[in-house]
């Protein structure tokens, strides 16, 4: 399965370096030390930084959600439009403007496949959220609620690269039904 | 204060070197009643207890129980996974306090940085992209969906729309381009694509007629789109079929066009006085026909020698007939002109049929829509009239064709009044000839001849700029502005209009020649029969 991971990660290279650079931004930013930032490599750590497994709510559930975040504001618009256009306006191959949107979708496809924290992170957040032991307020609970569930998801989804393979089903889809 | 506290405490303790021992003290050897020397001890003690001393000792004891609790805690923090040096003091669970420190501050790659700006940038164009994307598709989607309901005029009108987005997009983009270098000026990034391309050739064959210029338009664009391989596709089965269609026809009026114009006209484009029906007819028998679609154009040119020929109605439309049967799957080409013969020719029941085959192929076929009016109004059925009039409204919300007309079934009621107000409900929306001559028609029924003429003078001026501008001419409302002048005394106009038909070589309806001279009322003309002039 890591293998599978691995190359799942280096198919969406450009998302992986970027979720690697926003997950080593925001651990300096939120005082998260960071002890290895290659962000390529070939273990689990592909597409992330190795950084404390931090005990705070706060900083746990920021270093979940905010690089994914930015990877899907990123990546959200290449998606579409490359999908949209390719896939629904169908140019032809000799236009320009083709080549431009296989492009786009690459990229939003890659991004948007480097979205998730690592599992075990997301795990950490759910559990200083909603653990037994947890000492977290309702309004946080609430709050912080759909992005944890998404991110233990996700975390999933692409620790086991299904994204990957979710996003191939949606090309081969746009590809004969569209 | 504490120390001073301390000290006077001490003080009291010890005042002189044969110290008593207090109270307090001696309390507990008064309590435990073992063989304890308390005073012994306290002798003993007594000796070595200077204030010094028992601070010194205090912090030494304070100092061996930290070291031993460190020790202690530091063994239950664990070390760090990096260094191996003790968690102790470390805010982390993972790194000591240096290594913490140290990764607090980890570099970032400078190939990282830049990637991320460069993605900042692609990002940024991206959405731009997506945004003209989605601006077109949300038009070519449009397109899609009056092409699934039958709503064809609508769909070539979304796939213009798509074409006019694609455009904006493309000319701002290469206003941006141009300013960079003049060679990218006339770069045309943006298409609507092949999807677009798809609907408007399909909508054009579901909208097809049998004239020659619809027909080579859509042969046209078939040639621009599909390659032969492509056409012969399963997927792109009914068009070439349609194409196909198409060809055969062009391939029979070719062949015998020609010969055929040799029966009707003359060498100068003249109508001949006596058409050389039996002898068409004849010609027509020996042209080499093998499938239904020739036939059916075979039939179609016995049609129009009949037409010309000016045989009886049912002669005229039996060959009509038998083209439309014929056609098949395309006998929907011959729809508009049938219906418009079959009106002609006073058949109002085949007049209500085709309509409905036609609004049940196209729900946007205003033609049809009109037909079925106009029927109805013929028929004193105002209600169906009104009923089809609002159906029409529907499948062409813009159109104009709607006011009047409504207004013409209002002024076959009676409503005068609704119908001149219905009339400039319409002028409000947009200028068109058919509502300011219906408002005419209306006002001078009402017996307001001058608001009448205005009207008509309207309607008159719109029709010639028409003209002027290449549109068609409308002999209604020529004739009808003639009237209206005549009948209001504005000979300017109507001896204007005269010209213009002598001109042409052409008169005036039977039926304005009747009323100007008095032999028939302007209410008989426009209130009862087909209303038309």
Request: charged residues 25%.
């Amino acid at each position: 399965m890591n293998t599978i991971y691995i190359i799942s990660k280096y198919l969406t290279i450009i998302g992986s370096v970027l979720k690697g650079f926003w997950e080593h931004l925001f651990c300096r930013i939120i005082g998260i030390p960071v002890s290895d930032a290659r962000y390529l490599q070939a273990t689990e750590l592909c597409g992330h930084v190795e950084h404390d497994f931090t005990k705070k709510k706060l900083q746990a559930f920021l270093i979940c959600v905010l690089p994914g975040i930015m990877n899907v504001l990123f990546g959200l618009g290449m998606l579409v439009g490359g999908y949209l256009g390719l896939f629904y306006l169908r140019p032809q191959v000799s236009e320009a403007i083709f080549w431009i949107y296989a492009v786009m979708l690459y990229l939003g496809i890659s991004l948007m496949c480097n979205i998730a924290p690592l599992y075990e992170d997301a795990l950490n957040n759910w559990d200083l959220l909603y653990g037994k032991n947890s000492k977290a307020n309702i309004v946080a609970k609430i709050f912080a609620f759909i992005p944890s569930v998404l991110a233990l998801v996700t975390a999933w989804l692409e620790k086991n690269a299904i994204s990957v393979l979710l996003y191939i089903i949606a090309v081969v889809l746009g590809i004969v039904l569209l | 204060m504490a120390e001073d506290n301390k000290e006077k405490s001490l003080d009291e303790i010890l005042p002189e070197e044969e110290a008593t021992v207090p109270e307090e003290i001696e309390k507990p050897e008064q309590e435990s009643g073992d063989n304890w020397s308390w005073d012994a001890a306290v002798q003993t003690d007594i000796g070595e207890l200077t204030v010094e001393n028992l601070t010194a000792k205090a912090e030494e004891t304070s100092k061996e129980k930290d070291v031993e609790e460190t020790a202690e805690e530091k063994e239950e923090c664990g070390t760090c996974i990096v260094c191996g040096k003790s968690l102790y003091g470390s805010s982390s669970e993972l790194y000591c306090t240096d290594c913490c420190a140290k990764f607090l501050k980890t570099q970032y790659g400078v190939g990282h940085i830049i990637l991320a700006f460069v993605m900042v940038i692609v990002a940024a164009v991206s959405y731009f992209i997506c945004a003209s994307t989605f601006d077109i598709s949300s038009k070519v989607m449009a397109a899609q969906t009056s092409f699934n309901e039958r709503r064809y005029t609508d769909a070539i009108s979304n796939c213009d729309e798509a074409n006019n987005s694609v455009s904006t997009v493309n000319a701002g983009v290469s206003a941006v381009l141009g300013s960079v270098s003049e060679n990218l000026s006339a770069t045309q990034i943006f298409t609507y694509g092949t999807r677009t391309e798809k609907i408007i050739v399909e909508s054009m064959a579901q909208t097809l007629s049998i004239s020659y210029s619809d027909r080579d338009t859509f042969v046209e664009a078939v040639d621009g789109i599909y390659t032969a391989e492509a056409l012969a596709l399963p997927k792109n089965a009914k068009i070439k079929a349609c194409y196909d269609f198409c060809k055969t026809m062009d391939s029979i009026s070719e062949t015998v066009s020609t010969k055929w114009q040799g029966f009707i006209f003359n060498e100068d484009g003249s109508t001949k006085e006596k058409v050389q029906f039996d002898e068409a007819l004849k010609y027509f028998d020996t042209v080499e026909i093998k499938t239904d679609a020739e036939k059916s154009v075979i039939e179609y040119y016995k049609f129009m020698t009949a037409y010309y020929a000016d045989k009886p109605s049912d002669v005229v439309l039996k060959y009509y007939d038998n083209a439309y049967t014929l056609a098949g799957d395309f006998s929907y080409m011959f729809l508009p002109s049938y219906l418009g013969v079959a009106w002609e020719n006073e058949a109002y029941d085949k007049v209500l049929e085709l309509a409905g085959v036609a609004i049940a192929r196209n729900s946007n076929d205003t033609s049809a829509y009109y037909y079925t009016i106009k029927t109805y109004i013929l028929k004193k059925d105002f209600t169906n009239a009104d009923v089809f009039c609002e159906r029409m409204k529907k499948a062409d919300p813009d159109g104009l064709d709607y006011y009047s007309i409504k207004a013409e079934i209002l002024r076959r009621e009676n409503k005068l009044d609704e119908a001149v107000a219905m009339c400039k409900k319409g002028i409000e929306i947009g200028t068109d000839v058919e509502i300011y001559r219906q408002e005419a028609i209306a006002l001078m029924l009402l017996d307001k001849s001058k608001e009448a003429y205005e009207a008509v003078k309207q309607a008159y001026d719109t029709t010639l700029q028409n003209a002027y501008s290449g549109g068609n001419v409308s002999l209604e409302t020529l004739n009808t502005a003639a009237l209206i002048a005549k009948l209001t005394g504005e000979e300017t106009v109507y001896n204007e209009i005269a010209d213009v038909f002598e001109q042409q070589g052409m008169e005036f309806e039977d039926s304005v020649k009747k009323c100007i001279k008095g032999e028939i009322t302007f209410e008989q003309i426009f209130m009862e029969g087909k209303g038309e002039v």
